[in-house]
């Protein structure tokens, strides 16, 4: 029986076997080709992103749902309570309040900030931006309220 384990851990492979049987699988069409159906079958299927400009509805639907897994998960171990935003996140909050200061939604935007100040654990690049972008809402608000 040892000698059996032993022919089997044994199994020699030569390198060259393993390079044609690699080989066989790849593709043998050039990837920079297409062919006229692939081509018509894939413009077929493309649709356009449309904006329709609610970058800052999308962002605080998410960032809600993820504060109310966050509160779930919070009762369960206490610690910090606050979501920590990913790179992604904190990206898509910059287009956000760009999007509200260039509709002039100034109120809205300064809401936004303070909330995802509040409830929101950034890198410390991500909430300096947010933390200007308040002040630039802020005084937007005075100077339009006074």
Not at 112 to 123: P, Q
Not at 129 to 144: D, I, L, P, Q, T
Request: glycine residues 8%; hydrophobic residues 35%.
């Amino acid at each position: 029986m040892a000698d059996s384990a032993d022919g089997l851990f044994a199994i020699e492979v030569d390198t060259d076997d393993y390079a044609e049987t690699a080989a066989a699988d790849t593709p043998t069409v050039s990837r920079t080709f297409q062919s006229e159906t692939a081509f018509q079958a894939q413009k077929a299927s493309y649709t356009a992103k449309i904006d329709d400009g609610d970058i800052h509805a999308q962002l605080i639907q998410e960032l809600e749902s993820q504060t109310r897994q966050s509160e779930a998960a919070s009762k369960l171990v206490r610690g910090n309570s606050k979501v920590k935003l990913s790179k992604k996140e904190t990206v898509l909050l910059g287009y956000a309040v760009g999007e509200l200061y260039y509709l002039r939604n100034f109120q809205k935007g300064l809401e936004v900030c303070e909330w995802v100040l509040a409830e929101f654990e950034m890198d410390g690049r991500g909430r300096a931006g947010v933390e200007k972008w308040r002040e630039r809402f802020e005084g937007r608000v005075r100077s339009a309220g006074g």
